[in-house]
Structures are given as structure tokens and as C-alpha cells.
């Protein structure tokens, strides 16, 4: 079965750093494109981030670009968002989902169960 | 960025009963490379992460039971759950993977009556 485990959440100040990470069981990690998605406390779904299989590519939100970094490690089969300079709008249950193809855009169809951002002074 | 609009925003059904959720997008998803609507719907239940019932518009994924279908094309789609259980009772959010950044629509929650 295919799991994903997402840690690293938890409360920090404006403008601190997070680094989120994403375990992935049950499937070849290497050859799946991955995401981040987030959703702030009672709102909707936000896409944050987008890597690429290998690598090689990544996207990212307007409101998270140069300050978030997505990354991973295919020999952990580990995903990972490197989260700078936080805002209190950053607020949200961060989840981990894999792309449901290798089409260059895809749906989700694997979600982990989220791990919670508190960014508050 | 392509927005998503469902409507309605909340619905209350009795058991049995037939759910219908539309969506809306501010532009075209259908491709006409592969003539298929880049559209998805998700389910979220309280305190869970979603989970993708449809694609292509009306694709179900395997193991989402029959009661529910999708429908549409171009800039307008619905989700019909035909007769509502009480397991169903959810948030329901539409999305377009057409293109970048991959959107949602607000959601709609879906409760028993």
C-alpha cells in the first residue's frame, strides 16, 4: 500500500525557518513526481510545490516563491520543503501528494495524512 | 491562474437522496491535444487528507463506488452522488490540472438533512 508520512511540523515565530519532510512507502518514490499542498485551519486546498521525478524540476506557489524549497532524496525516498522566512498566512496543515501519472500535470492520488504549520509570536 | 467556482457552497441531503455540486472554471480545461477535461474531484472527511474520487472529468478511481459520477466539459462540470450515504458526508472540492499552479475550487460540504 502506498503511504506517506509527513514530520517536521510544529510552532514557529514570523520569520523563522521549517524544514518539512515526507517518508514514501509501498511504491517506486524515484519514479513519481511529488507535492506539497497545504490547507489552513476550516479553508480550502492550496497547491505549495511541485518536484519532479529525478529532480530536475521544480514549481512553486506565487505566494511561497523565495521562500520555500522543495527537494528530495530518491535514495531515502524522502521528499522534503524547506520553509524561510515565515508569515502567519503560512498557517496550514502541510501535506505531502503524489502526481497520479507522469504526465506533466496530474491530479493527486495519494495524500499523506498532513503535518500541522503554527507560525504565531 | 485558472479560478474554480463551486456552488453550492453547502447542501444538506436526506439519505438516500440525490447530491449534485457544480463547478465552474474561469477558463476552458478541456485539451484539445487528448480531448479530455483536465478536472478531478476530491472527498475530504473530517480530519482526514482528501481523496481523489474522479478524473478526466468523470473517470472514477478504483475502488469509488458507483453512486458517484461526473459530468461536464469545457468550463463547467457537476459531481452527482445518487443516493447519499451517511458516509458520504464530506467536503468536496473540485481541481484542474490544466495548468500551472494547479487549482481548487472553495469546496462544498455535503451534510445529511
Known amino acids: 500500500d502506498v503511504q506517506l508520512v509527513e514530520s517536521g511540523g510544529g510552532l514557529v515565530q514570523p520569520g523563522g525557518s521549517l524544514r518539512l519532510s515526507c517518508a514514501a512507502t509501498?511504491?517506486?518514490?524515484?519514479?513519481?513526481?511529488m507535492n506539497w499542498v497545504r490547507q489552513a485551519p476550516g479553508k480550502g486546498l492550496e497547491w505549495v510545490s511541485y518536484i519532479s521525478d529525478r529532480g530536475g524540476s521544480t514549481k512553486y506557489a506565487d505566494s511561497v516563491k523565495g521562500r520555500f524549497t522543495i527537494s528530495r532524496d530518491n535514495a531515502k525516498n524522502s521528499l522534503y520543503l524547506q520553509m524561510n522566512s515565515l508569515r502567519n498566512e503560512d498557517t496550514a496543515v502541510y501535506y505531502c501528494a503524489r502526481d497520479r501519472w507522469v504526465a506533466p500535470i496530474d491530479p493527486f492520488d495519494s495524500w499523506g495524512q498532513g503535518t500541522l504549520v503554527t507560525v504565531s509570536s | 491562474d485558472i479560478v474554480m467556482t463551486q456552488s453550492p457552497d453547502s447542501l444538506a441531503v436526506s439519505l438516500g437522496e440525490r447530491a449534485t455540486i457544480n463547478c465552474k472554471s474561469s477558463?476552458?480545461?478541456?485539451?484539445?491535444?487528448?480531448?479530455?477535461?483536465?478536472l478531478a474531484w476530491y472527498q475530504q472527511k473530517p480530519g482526514q487528507p482528501p481523496r481523489l474520487l474522479i478524473h478526466w472529468a468523470s473517470t472514477r478511481e478504483s475502488g469509488v463506488p458507483d453512486r458517484f459520477s461526473g459530468s461536464g466539459s469545457g468550463t463547467d462540470f457537476t459531481l452527482t452522488i445518487s443516493s447519499l450515504q451517511a458516509e458520504d458526508v464530506a467536503v468536496y472540492y473540485c481541481q484542474q490540472y490544466y495548468n500551472d499552479p494547479r487549482t481548487f475550487g472553495q469546496g462544498t460540504r455535503v451534510e445529511l438533512k
Open positions: 509501498g511504491f517506486t518514490f524515484s519514479t513519481y513526481s
Open positions: 477558463q476552458s480545461v478541456l485539451y484539445t491535444s487528448n480531448n479530455k477535461n483536465h
